[in-house]
């Protein structure tokens, strides 16, 4: 199940960059403000998305720890509480 949603995403994720190049080639006047404003809104999306998850990580972290999931928190305390049941 994992594998074929893995494929899935690398496979849409290779068909939107062809789509976006092949719509950068086709567009023959390109402004430097659009470039500039494109660059500028990955830029700040990337940074503020990174901000986002270092705000969350401690609570996704204690939820993750909460509800038990494989490779939250110590991995060999998990591990060694599941083998003693």
Same mark, same amino acid.
């Given at each position: 199940? !994992? =594998?074929?949603?893995?494929? #899935? ?19 023959? @006047? +390109? !402004?430097?403000?659009?470039? #500039?404003?494109? %660059? =500028?809104?990955?830029?700040?999306? =990337?940074?503020?998305?990174?901000? =986002?998850?270092?705000?969350? !990580? *401690?609570?996704?972290?204690? %939820? ?5 999931? *494989? ?9 060694? +509480? @599941?083998? #003693?049941?």
């Amino acid at each position: 199940m !994992q =594998f074929t949603v893995g494929i #899935s995403t690398a496979i849409v994720t290779v068909l939107l960059c062809i789509t976006v190049i092949a719509i950068d080639i086709m567009t023959r @006047n +390109k !402004q430097i403000t659009t470039l #500039s404003a494109v %660059y =500028f809104g990955l830029l700040m999306g =990337f940074g503020l998305g990174s901000l =986002f998850w270092a705000a969350m !990580q *401690p609570i996704v972290h204690e %939820y993750l720890i909460l509800a038990r999931l *494989p490779g939250a928190g110590n991995a060999g305390e998990l591990a060694s +509480k @599941n083998s #003693s049941r």
